[in-house]
């Protein structure tokens, strides 16, 4: 069964930093992964989806990476703005378009 | 992007009464649905898939009967919690993939409070 963890759980850093966010999964047989952002009481928002045959994408100050084999990935978030506090999520692809969700780190940017 | 909603954004009942949440694709057809829930400060956890013109696939510990989940249309997938008691008070949100894309996108969630 496919499990996905992300480190830290919780990051508060002030504005102007560059952020790494760490998200594992145990099986590499996915087929995609996607990061999302939620912002309390509201759904979520896609931010970057990577294929299974691609290493990474990027998206204004956003970077995300893959590395399959490892069963991780990372998302880069250059030059944090307040604006970007909220709660990041990575979710793995299965069969069956089925996503499996990792616990989320919750982002405070500090002015 | 793809475009998702659901219907009520929020939602107050008392305990025994049924609430049906309803969730549309608006621009493009979804064949397949997902049915999350998620409790405060935690991730989603998936509930059903959602197969239009079939039943629905329950994950291990979700009680069909007590979440029913229709797929009438190519648009719309409903979810009713029924004779609803205050542990199924949640978040619960949708989501569709497209046929063009890889993506999954999600709806803005419901809020269910049982009183």
């Known amino acids: 069964k496919q499990e996905v963890t992300q480190i830290p759980a919780a990051l508060s850093v002030p504005e102007g930093e560059n952020l790494v966010l760490n998200c594992s999964f145990t099986d590499s047989a996915i087929y995609n992964l996607q990061w999302f952002r939620q912002d309390p009481g509201k759904g979520l928002t896609s931010l970057l989806l990577i294929q299974s045959s691609q290493r990474e994408q990027t998206s204004g100050r956003l970077n995300a990476s893959l590395d399959k084999s490892s069963g991780r990935s990372t998302l880069y978030i250059a030059a944090s703005q307040p604006g970007d506090s909220a709660t990041y999520l990575c979710a793995v692809h299965n069969a069956g378009n089925m996503l499996t969700f990792g616990g989320g780190t919750r982002l405070m940017v500090k002015p | 992007g793809a475009v998702v909603s659901q219907h009520p954004s929020w939602v107050i009942c008392k305990s025994g009464t049924s609430v049906k949440i309803e969730c549309r694709s608006l621009d493009f057809q979804a064949t397949t649905m997902f049915w999350y829930r998620q409790f405060p400060k935690k991730s989603l956890m998936l509930m059903a898939t959602s197969n239009e013109g079939s039943k629905a696939t329950y994950e291990q510990g979700v009680e069909k009967d007590k979440f029913l989940i229709n797929h009438a249309s190519l648009t719309l997938s409903t979810l009713t919690v029924t004779s609803a008691h205050p542990e199924d008070s949640s978040f619960y949100i949708c989501?569709?993939?497209?046929?063009?894309?890889?993506?999954?996108?999600f709806g803005p969630g419901t809020r269910l409070t049982v009183t």
């Open positions: 989501s569709a993939p497209t046929h063009t894309s890889y993506e999954q996108y």
